[in-house]
């Protein structure tokens, strides 16, 4: 697949935001390490916000048409784009709420304000969930259509979330163990299903081949003309292909500076706020590399007719 | 009603009429235009609805060429339709055939992805996903005679190799020659039911090329006319 870099740049920091949002809900009504600042949780509410609107802003810059984005809304019963769309777009109004009443620190509002973070955290969920079907869902690619992909988006996305409370948490005056140990078991989790999505996808397994694909079962089948003189839509969207020494030599960058290198900083580099943006940064980088592999491994069944003998 | 297209891959000749006759109708169709980006340039391309690809099967000597055209395969389980955020895509309840509205279509690219056979491309000039129609606005024209009533590119296939009909109806011509001969779907394991069936290439006894045997009088005789007429 062509890896477009609006989708990129959509699924990291949405998923950042939505990440970021449900952690500090999480935080706030259990209350840890004596919980944050009233300063510190808007600064890390109104940053998820951001980091949403950021990304779905981003995701309009994919489409060829967009007068009709707004249609985007309407098939939520069936496509797990519009339910994407749909339930971000639910997320805002609870979401607000839940950072105005923060703001305006209503003791009597209490139960209402935990309600409103409570559905909104709800919905970051169930939006995070739903970029992941995007591509989960589809049959045509067998190195999305797994149920490894939704639960990547959701360790990512709450991974790069928990980063992103302690760079917001260091800026306060508040004990920052929790907000490490948090990060660091985000951190396991996170790495250890990626690491399965790795291994899961490198052997081809029984999908579809060029003789599922025209029929042709009983002998070897070779593409002898595509029938066009240059590239077409498809060749272009879905015949992008990365070398196998660059995708591991990248796989290796994803791994040192999404996990290791953050874990590293994190655990002997002690507390200092610019050694924690410093993991922030790099671990982000490595999100960027994660996601842009993601796009360019998928191999679409469509280049079965454009001369591939397995997807 | 099922309609739709049996394509014979024994006569197919590869000759890509289909496509030309396709993209000269339904470039003043219902989804026109098909546009071209640098059609006279260095890198010339377009959107087609009707591709032909040529596979080479089996190994040399027992080796055969295919043609193989595709387009929309118009399918019972078209995910294209499922997955489309805006409700552009939709397949019709009364024929069964699969179109994009281009007045609601935002041009995501999210039914190219859900697409196995590679029916849907992209306008850049409109932004529009566009994709073959079964030539929708032919099929029904009560101003044509009956027998024009057909794709553009069945009723211009010089071999024949290209049949529309109801594949809903036991009795129709299409739905008796895929029984016959054996007719099958692309990629089946993926569970769309496209509604198109390809005939398979008929077993033909190889031609002897060795160990002929001497000639009998009929090949003598056809010796001496091949030597006096001169071609």
């Known amino acids: 697949m062509h890896p477009a870099f609006s989708v990129i740049f959509f699924t990291v920091s949405s998923g950042a935001g939505f990440g970021l949002f449900t952690l500090l809900y999480l935080m706030d009504l259990f209350g840890l390490d004596g919980g944050l600042p009233v300063e510190q949780k808007l600064i890390a509410g109104i940053l998820a916000l951001v980091l949403v609107a950021a990304g779905l802003t981003s995701s309009m810059f994919h489409l060829a048409n967009p007068k009709n984005a707004w249609r985007a809304f309407s098939r939520f019963r069936t496509s797990w784009l519009s339910r994407e769309g749909v339930f971000a777009m639910a997320f805002y109004p609870f979401a607000i709420i839940y950072l105005g009443l923060t703001w305006l620190v209503l003791p009597e509002l209490e139960v209402l304000r935990l309600m409103a973070g409570a559905l909104a955290t709800l919905l970051a969920w169930i939006t995070l969930f739903s970029t992941g079907m995007i591509y989960g869902c589809l049959k045509t690619i067998r190195q999305w259509n797994s149920p490894l992909v939704p639960a990547n988006y959701l360790a990512l996305g709450h991974f790069s979330g928990a980063l992103l409370l302690l760079a917001v948490a260091s800026n306060g005056q508040v004990a920052l163990t929790g907000y490490v140990t948090l990060v660091l078991a985000l951190l396991v989790v996170a790495a250890s299903l990626k690491a399965i999505y790795y291994f899961w996808i490198a052997s081809p397994g029984t999908g579809s081949t060029i003789k599922t694909a025209t029929g042709f079962t009983r002998g070897t089948v070779r593409l002898l003309d595509t029938g066009h003189t240059h590239g077409t839509f498809l060749t272009q969207e879905f015949g992008f292909q990365v070398a196998r020494k660059f995708s591991l030599t990248l796989k290796t960058c994803v791994f040192l500076a999404g996990f290791v290198i953050p874990a590293l900083i994190l655990t002997v580099g002690g507390s200092a706020a610019i050694t924690i943006y410093a993991a922030v940064l790099t671990a982000l980088l490595g999100m960027v590399a994660e996601r842009w592999l993601f796009f360019a491994e998928a191999r679409h069944v469509v280049n079965l007719y454009h001369g591939a003998q397995h997807c | ?231």
């Not at chain 2, 009429?17 to 169709?29: P, Q, R, T």
């Not at chain 2, 235009?33 to 009707?50: C, H, I, K, M, R």
């Not at chain 2, 044509?144 to 594949?167: K, N, S, W």
């Open chain 2, 1 to 231: 009603m099922r309609l739709g297209l049996v394509i014979d891959l024994d006569v197919c000749v590869g000759c890509h009429a289909c496509a030309i006759a396709c993209k000269e109708w339904n470039a003043s169709g219902t989804t026109a235009p098909l546009t071209d980006y640098q059609p006279y340039g260095a890198e010339p391309s377009g959107v087609w609805f009707n591709r032909i690809r040529s596979y080479e099967v089996g190994e040399y000597p027992n080796n055969k060429t295919i043609n193989f055209p595709m387009s929309c395969m118009h399918c019972e389980d078209a995910d294209c339709v499922t997955v489309c955020p805006t409700g552009a895509s939709y397949k019709r309840a009364e024929d069964g055939i699969v179109l994009v509205d281009q007045n609601k279509c935002m041009g995501c690219n999210y039914c190219s992805w859900a697409c196995p056979y590679g029916a849907r491309e992209l306008d850049r000039e409109s932004g529009t996903m566009k994709k073959c129609t079964l030539c929708v606005d032919r099929i029904y024209d009560l101003q044509i005679p009956i027998e024009e009533r057909q794709p553009a590119c069945v009723l211009t296939c010089p071999a024949h190799a290209r049949m529309f009909g109801d594949l809903d109806d036991p009795g129709s011509a299409v739905s008796s020659v895929v029984r016959e001969r054996g007719g099958y779907q692309l990629m089946p394991e993926l569970g769309y039911n496209p509604t198109n069936h390809y005939l398979p290439v008929r077993t033909a006894k190889p031609i002897p090329t060795e160990n002929l045997g001497k000639p009998g009088f009929k090949d003598k005789i056809k010796g001496i006319a091949n030597r006096i007429v001169k071609r």
